[in-house]
């Protein structure tokens, strides 16, 4: 852990860190300065003016210039500050193309971490020095919040929405993961470590941790096992749309709408499967919302994401 | 307390007597429909109601002196927490100017004899203090631990505590903020004696104005999130829990649609009685009156609009966050142009230091510290990190506690003799002021330092590293604690003991001061005197000097 001692400084641990903490020694900066400033002027007027002390007191007359100066010169300020935020903002929305994915599914009061070659974790999230990681991330219950200060990083995971973080760990070590969105009882204890690795240490983690099966493999199986392939199954007798591929689709769904079929949208089709029924089907299929576990949705969505449209589901074959 | 002096600037018509002298026993207070009688009722029942709050903080300093929070069990500190939030915001920040010194003064700085409507500002302190003692009974025994923002679907199906009563007590205390703000728009408008026209109107005035609109179009939106909330828990009609097919994220919405608003009723009545500390003690006009005014009604009206800075890391799409951060940067704006004309004010003065404008002056300090930190929050880039750490908790401390607070002391010293019609001590009340300062700064700068480090808010326990910041914070609340206990003390004695204050012991403007002190039971003996706002250049009516 970062231990150090009084008034040590957080450390740049992340991609983002260093340009963030740019920002923010400069407004720091700023703010002083205008406080500084202020507070030296309060100071020598009441000095200056204090009762009994001989003065010009003449009254000054009011202007719209001074008025409209210091109206517009902080707007001018305010929106430079605006301005450089959006830039750096922009850059914490969209993850590279390349970022590998890990799940991560938040309950009360912990962090569960799924790793897309089936590597389980609770609490820890490894993953390697300079890749960048995207973390798909939802809630078993109610809000939390995955927050790395060394990264300067923060998103709130949600129960039934998918919300995305994604960083590039710059520096090996092992920094605190704490959830910032009260969540109940142990909401304090609700924290754990993120472990940089160099990616060498990281691939031989990973075989250490190998389960056997890759997490689209647990999906399939789950996909078998809770029935799933019964209906959406290529030789099953009920009515229902096949799964192949569907992961990007454009689905048509009975009330008019076309909507992309994304994270969101087979989630939810999973657990309330009557809230967007596909057009053409009827809407029999019953909620799984008391029936799976976030992990457990994340698995099958996995599994859905490695199916190709006309091909018989991967199974084994779809670990890389 | 029969004061018998009479002013000689007063025409003799009878021999003034207060408002306190109109029977003495609790009936007649009980069923009184004076506004300065039922300032006071709201003044001791809000002041119960801060002490209450200050001793659940006291106990959250103590507990984070270790790591481990050794005081409380995690359960216990959720749920004092949450006490400590829901009465400071409901039942003394957003009452505690309005409903004390507006209702006090408001009639009295407009020539009028009672607000608008009597019965309804009676009505508003019975709802105030059925609403204030259920939900307090409520959070003691039992206790809610959601917080209290109510998030959900914890607060709606997670927790297993008094939300739904507690959210009772919090709607009906809603009515009296509304009654009351009711009030104040419709004597403004309605009761401003002849003469009084708008661009004469003390900035207190504008300011209870402002804040009145804000209450009238902001709470019932919080009547209806609660509502919601009742409905979700208790008949699980989906709406914030997705399991039910609702949004959590609508719930936040809502709430925030009321609580950022309700962030400006703290602070507007701040900012509308430091606008008339500062001008009287620096015997100056305010400068640029009229440009107070509008930032007055800029910043309730943009209020309105930023409340999505509360969710920039709650999965709100980049465009809102874009909207909503440059929102806020605009609504600083105002913010700043009070900071300089409340400095300017002073130039060329004849600045006297008495205990109001100690307070005065510590609030615009602490206001500007405490808005700048918010510069820094409504950069989303800046947020991602700080969002829900301790630099929140210091950022709105310092802008109620330090802000509000500060200035809401700064009032009832300035008004003191005017309201009980005796001085109290100065050097303590001085004294008070400058330890408060330094005790305030004390006990939150460090939580700044803990922002920026990391260290998460409603935290029970914590990694030790945090500890030293800690311990300095809880430090300085024993001095901040030290600080509001002493007003009790000297001014509890000047009741009894102080001198006589005279109708006009600051020698003020504002026609309040053109009565005697305490102010007679229809407020004006003789018509007052109406003139520009603020006229320091010019002697005070009646007065020779």
Redesign the interface.
Known sequence: ?N????F???PNASTYAGP?DV??WS?VGL?SA??IG??V??FV??IR???GRP??????K?TLP??LT??FV??TI??G??V???F???G??TPPADAETIYVVAK?WMWKIQHPGGQREIDTLHVPVDVPIRLMMTSQ???H?F?V??F?????V????Y?QLWFKAIEVGNY?L????????????M?GKVIVMSRKDYARWLDRHDSGTSLAAQGAALFRAKGCSGCHGANASVHAPDLDGIYGRIVHLADGRTVAADDRYIHDSIM?PD?QVVAGYAPIMPAF?GELTESQVLALMAYLKSTRPGTQPAHESTRR | MNATVITPDLPELEPPRSFFAHGSGLRSWLTTRDHKRIAILYTITITLFFVLGGVAAAMMRINLVTPDGALMSAETYNKTFTFHGVVMVWFFLIPSIPATLGNFLLPLMIGARDLAFPRLNLMSWYLFVIGGCFTIACLLLGGVDTGWTFYTPFSTLFSNTNVILVAVGVFVTGFSTILTGLNFIVTTHKLRMPGMTWFKLPLFVWGMYAVSLVMVLATPVLAMVLSLIGLERIAHVGIFDPALGGDPLLFQHLFWFYSHPAVYIMILPAMAVVSEIIPCFARRRIFGYKFMVYALIGISVIGFLVWGHHMFVAGMSATAALVFSILSFIIAVPSAIKVFNWTATLRRGNISFEAPMLYALGFVGLFMIGGMSGLMLAAPALDIPLHATYFVIAHFHYVMVGGTVMAYLGGIHYWWPKITGRMYSEGWARFAAVLMFFGFNFTFFPQYVLGYLGMPRRYHAYPPQFQTLNILSSAGASILAISYLLPFLYLGWSLYRGARAGSNPWNARGLEWQTTSPPPKQNFLARPVVRKAYAYDEPAPGTTA
Not at chain 1, 3 to 6: I, M, Q, R, V
Not at chain 1, 55 to 60: F, Q, V
Not at chain 1, 152 to 156: A, G, I, L, P, S
């Open positions: 852990m231990s150090g001692g009084f040590h400084l957080l963030e920002l923010w407004m703010c205008i406080a202020v507070f002027v309060m007027f009441c003016y204090r009762k003065a010009d007191r003449t009254l000054a009011e001074v008025e210091w109206t902080p707007l305010f929106m500050i605006f450089w935020s959006l750096l903002y922009a914490t929305r009360q219950d109610v809000i919040s927050s200060p060394a300067r990083v923060k998103q709130d949600l129960p039934g929405r919300t605190r704490y959830c910032t969105q009260y969540c109940g009882l142990d909401h304090s204890k924290g309330l809230k919302s």
